[in-house]
């Protein structure tokens, strides 16, 4: 159950991390940039990966079933 919280929290924790240099970096557009080039320039740093990670984490810490079956999570019940 913690390891779950954890990682959720590691998840949650990165995905701010990304969104707020995809934020920062908005302000490229107001010095020229359009938006193709605002992407392609997003998709090369790393730190905006933070964010994809981060949600992965946190998807994966939801819906992967745990080890106890009395847990309560959301794959048991789709298996109903």
Known sequence: MFVRIFF?????GL????SVY?????NLMTI??????????????IECFYAIIG???IFASI???G?????LYI??????
């Open 63 to 65: 819906y992967i079933p």
């Open 8 to 12: 959720f929290l590691l998840g949650f």
């Open 55 to 57: 949600l992965i984490i």
């Open 32 to 45: 020229g940039y359009n938006f193709y080039e605002y992407v392609n320039f997003i998709i090369r740093r």
């Open 22 to 26: 995809i934020i920062s970096y908005l």
């Open 15 to 18: 995905t701010i991390i990304g």
């Open 67 to 71: 080890g106890k079956r009395n847990e």
């Open 75 to 80: 794959w048991y019940f789709t298996k109903l």
